[in-house]
């Protein structure tokens, strides 16, 4: 008896395995033993019994040609037999996304890695989700828990911020960030302070400035340099040595199109998880990604991208740390979570979201990054000061920030008494 029949043969003496595996119909190869796994899912669904007799009703074979699937004894092995049909699957679904990129010689690389990426995304996450008990779920809590309580190191990317990451506990994987700002507001700078502080294996794409540009602006922020100065090649010796002692950034990856889509993200995406194991991944910024489909409304298109990021996310079990545009009427207030342009689906698809609002004081330029949405915790702001000549966010020391709330608090007394005047 095949891997295929002798499962079967498990689910008629335990249908109680049907809640539990990972196995549904589709993974199996031949139609017949499809047809007969699928007409046990409808008998299961309806909540009636799992039998021969039942089975070889709704497909309408005779008893002898099902009871062909129909063992003398349970195995508690079943689980065996669950992970044979699902690699053969796996390796079913492989082989024939192989023979489709062979056949059609019209397909460019990209175009050939984004279908390896769809097939693998498949095998890899369809076919292994399955339920588990509230044991299992329990136990895994309980020891990611003790790990914590242990000081064991976790997987969570710090912002490079200490009070950001007090709010939602730095960047984790399988979720989707989104930084909204208006043009100018510093949404690509704070995106580039994240990916050069993250201190771990980072992907950056841009479909705004060149990968030169990029580390231009990476030198100036870490090093704190005059930007002039540093564009005109006259860094005064200090600065030079700055230079000389600076981090190569070996563990960051630009990747600059300005054509940029999301087949290229992904295709990208999985090659360098594959091949350098990158640890989170950054985009700046949404709109500019050329939609895939370009006769459908807007809103639809850009929906369609972050549908695709947050799948990204799950699917390479990264953090996905998207900037956005905001609408253009949250220029001259205070932004709030539906400022987010083009479509809903951000502010739907988004784990935490993000949203940039500046501040003069003085001659100190001053960012409130408002929390506006954090799937996993409270939602909080946080002062920091944008040295905009440097391209530099940097978080404020109390009494510093106590000051700065004051002044904000004071002007907003001033605004509200000017128009009720």
Known sequence: MNIHRHFIAQVFLKPEILGLTAVNHEHFLA????????????????????????????????????????PSVATANWRYFEGEILEAYRRNVVLKA????????????????EKIAQATTDVQIKALNRVKTGDEVFGNAI?????????????????????????????????????????????????MNFATTSNTKALFFTAESSGDELMDR??????????????????????????????????????????????????????????HDIKIIFVDYLQLIRPRNLSIPRHEQVAEMSVRLKQLAIELNVPVVCAVQLRRDAESKRPILSDFSDSTQIERDADVAMLIHNYKIGEQDISELIVAKNRDGECKNVLVEFDKSKFYFQGLEEKEEARIKEIIANDKMKTKQGERE
């Open 98 to 113: 192989i023979e489709e990129i062979k056949g059609d010689r019209s397909l460019t690389a990209d175009e050939m890695l």
């Open 143 to 191: 020891y990611r828990y003790e790990q914590r309580a242990l000081g064991e190191k976790q997987d969570n990317i710090s912002t490079g911020i200490g009070k950001l990451d007090w709010v939602f506990d730095g960047f984790k994987a399988r979720r989707l960030y989104y930084i909204g700002g208006r043009p100018s507001q510093g949404k690509s700078a704070l995106l």
């Open 218 to 275: 990476i030198i100036i922020c870490r090093g704190r340099l005059d930007n002039k100065q540093f564009q005109q090649g006259v860094l005064n010796e200090k600065d030079r040595m700055k230079l000389q002692e600076m981090n190569r950034y070996g563990n960051l990856f630009i990747y600059y199109d300005g054509d940029l889509d999301m087949q290229k993200i992904s295709a990208i995406a999985y090659s360098y998880k594959k091949t």
């Open 31 to 70: 139609e017949r033993d499809r047809k007969l796994f699928k007409a046990i899912e409808d008998i299961a669904y309806k909540g009636e019994d799992v039998n021969i007799d039942s089975v070889s009703k709704l497909v309408g074979w005779k008893l002898s040609e099902v009871m062909e699937y129909s």
